[in-house]
């Protein structure tokens, strides 16, 4: 049976024992303790005293246990690629799930996260969590109003939780409030979307996303919720125009539009900063930034990257009449330009 092993103070007591002529049978009366008292008697007769036997206990310890991973040569260089290509080091760790054919590390999410607080990786390549508002935040902003509430569309729509197809849409402002960037979210497959409209003004934005959904077959999309920012003040233009039903938060609600928010905040940290103006950036860069984050797979999707579930998710919804390969290309050519 396994004994509790003495602390400094309990060596340095036996050691006192010893050098006082008290025999091994009553220190191991007085300790408790049998074989652990033989072992340090034992040292001691050696001539070695109490610290002498406690440095030794620790360098034994110390080789205890299991042996620190290390990654490969080819796995440091993997990780290294990965995060330039901003994939969290869970995604890393975990695609391999999700697809056979990726690499699969030697080291689990937790040990690369700890090898990271220990300096492992480059700071500067790791993501970075976004700022929190405090509790009851209230956005004070230009608001709209005469507007569809979101509690509508539980109406209209009752299985838009489940269901493909319900966007989440808001614009990312850029330098001086003059320039700005329209984003979309599909919550079901995470997939984001990303344009440049000519200003902020309602017109502009409005132009943008009935050019986008033109484009597009019939009724692809099933809805869009915005917040109530003046840049949708033309909702119902666009509403018409294509068809779709349009809905808007309660005011100071980002949290009912929850996947565009956070992807908003993913593009402000990678390549669309508050600080940029726009209307010197390309379409192609804009649109640049949200197919590289459709192509970095998610732990809310089984690692897979939002691309792969929205392809199925297309092919889910129209029966399967067409091949996941066509799918794909399709996909490819349509919702991320910049990529093809």
């Known amino acids: 049976m396994a004994h509790k092993q003495f602390t400094m103070d309990d060596i340095i007591l036996i050691e006192k024992y010893y050098l006082a002529d008290v025999t091994t049978s009553r220190i191991i009366e007085i300790m408790g303790k049998k074989q652990p008292v033989y072992d340090v008697i034992n040292f001691f007769k050696t ?20 042996k620190r991973l290390k990654l490969s040569v080819e796995e440091d260089g993997h990780v290294e690629h990965l995060l330039r290509q901003k994939w969290s080091l869970d995604m890393i760790a975990n695609h391999h799930k999700a697809d056979s054919t990726f690499l699969a590390f030697s080291m689990g999410a937790t040990t690369l996260y700890r090898r990271a607080r220990e300096g492992m990786f480059d700071k500067h390549l790791l993501p970075m969590k976004g700022k929190r508002k405090p509790n009851g935040h209230k956005e004070k902003r230009g608001k709209q109003a005469f507007t569809r509430n979101i509690a509508q569309r539980k109406i209209d729509h009752p299985n838009v939780e489940k269901e493909f197809g319900h966007l989440e849409g808001d614009t990312i402002v850029g330098l001086k409030h003059k320039s700005a960037v329209v984003t979309f979210a599909e919550p079901l497959s995470k997939m984001i979307f990303t344009f440049k409209p000519a200003s902020r003004k309602a017109k502009d934005v409005g132009m943008v996303i009935t050019d986008w959904l033109n484009h ?54 990678n390549g ?58 399709w996909a490819e050519r349509t919702f991320c330009p910049s990529a093809v």
């Not at 929205?310 to 029966?319: D, S, Y």
């Open 216 to 269: 597009l077959p019939a009724h692809f999309f099933k809805s869009l919720t915005f917040d109530c920012g003046k840049e949708f003040s033309n909702w119902k233009d666009i509403s018409n125009a294509n068809d779709i039903d349009i809905y808007f938060c309660d005011p100071g609600t980002p949290s009912q539009r929850p996947l565009n928010e956070n992807s908003n905040g993913i593009l402000r940290r």
């Open 47 to 66: 001539g070695k005293n109490s610290k002498e036997f406690w440095e030794q206990r620790k360098t034994k310890q110390s080789r205890c246990g299991r």
């Open 272 to 329: 669309l900063p508050k600080e940029m103006d726009f209307n010197k950036i390309s379409e192609t860069f804009i649109q640049s930034m949200s197919d590289e984050r459709n192509r970095i797979p998610r732990r809310s999707l089984g690692f897979k990257t939002p691309m792969q579930v929205f392809v199925e998710e297309i092919h889910n919804n129209l029966g399967q009449a067409i091949s996941l390969a066509s799918l794909q290309k």
